[in-house]
């Protein structure tokens, strides 16, 4: 079968044929390859000379070859640019691949056949998936240092404060939700077993507001202070908040309430000092 080009007729075609980097052949309408570049054959292991009057799916090897989901078929059949991504088989190797197919015309404007033009894109995609990787990487570590960030907020907004030995002070500030109020109590127990204080002054004076749910959490931070052996006292409770929770019928009999929190400090202080180990923290002061 002859060749649509006859590259020896015609040397400057053929070396810009085989200077395109991609691969190019064409096929008639029969599928029959009639014409190859080098760099087509290369990508199948072959010479150009191995490739002429060969079937198109004999030498490139994809799923859509000898199917109705052909490219080349579609192309013609549609008289239209078909482009996509496969793959190609070689060696048991998977090849992935990016293609065009369009008609082929000869001087009359009759298709004649069509001609297919595919690069490997293997570097591409896995330079892609690196920046993909890179990408999640960057991600995470953006989500870990926020998680962070907002860990070191809530303890910043959360401190547990050693006003004096003994007397511990846990200033809230700022709207409560249950995390924070979890969090802070938390920290709050910690406190009380890393230094044995048998007082602690809960001030709510930077709260704006309280809910039930707060309030909840407020009693249960008191009793969880009372099981561990700490006296637990309530201060800066606001008109607003006293309200809120009078209408909620929140029980506060069994908890000690101060205005200020240098009045909470200065109960503890009394009561501190009644007590053997209080009367030795000032003897020590003092000496």
Not at 203 to 221: F, K, M, R, S, Y
Not at 224 to 232: C, N, Q, Y
Not at 241 to 252: C, E, F, N
Not at 257 to 284: C, N, W, Y
Request: charged share 25%; aromatic share 4%; with cysteine.
């Amino acid at each position: 079968m002859n060749r649509i080009m006859d590259f020896d007729q015609d040397p400057f075609l053929d070396q810009v044929i085989n200077a395109v980097p991609s691969g190019i052949f064409v096929i008639d309408k029969e599928n029959n390859i009639l014409m190859v570049n080098k760099a087509a054959a290369e990508m199948v292991g072959k010479s150009p000379g191995e490739c002429f009057d060969r079937k198109c799916w004999d030498i490139f090897k994809t799923p859509m070859c000898n199917t109705e989901q052909c490219t080349c078929r579609r192309a013609v059949e549609s008289n239209s640019t078909i482009r996509g991504l496969s793959i190609m088989y070689k060696d048991g190797q998977e090849i992935p691949i990016e293609y065009a197919a369009r008609p082929l015309r000869n001087f009359e404007g009759n298709i004649i056949g069509c001609v297919e033009h595919f690069i490997d894109i293997s570097e591409r995609l896995e330079k892609e998936r690196i920046i993909v990787k890179q990408q999640e990487e960057l991600l995470k570590k953006r989500e870990e240092d926020i998680r962070h960030l907002q860990e070191e907020i809530l303890e910043l907004s959360t401190p547990v404060i050693e006003v004096w030995d003994g007397v511990l002070a846990l200033p809230l500030v700022g709207t409560l939700d249950s995390h924070r109020a979890k969090l802070a109590t938390e920290r709050l127990l910690d406190a009380i077993e890393r230094t044995r204080s048998p007082f602690v002054i809960i001030d709510i004076t930077g709260v704006p507001t309280v809910d039930e749910e707060v309030a909840n959490h407020i009693l249960q931070t008191v009793d969880a202070v009372k099981l561990m052996g700490s006296k637990a006292i309530l201060t800066g409770i606001s008109p607003h908040i006293a309200r809120t929770m009078a209408q909620l019928g929140v029980d506060m009999s069994n908890i000690t309430v101060q205005g200020r929190m240098s009045d909470a400090l200065h109960v503890a202080l009394s009561e501190f000092v009644k007590q053997p180990s209080g009367q030795d923290t000032i003897k020590k002061l003092v000496s």
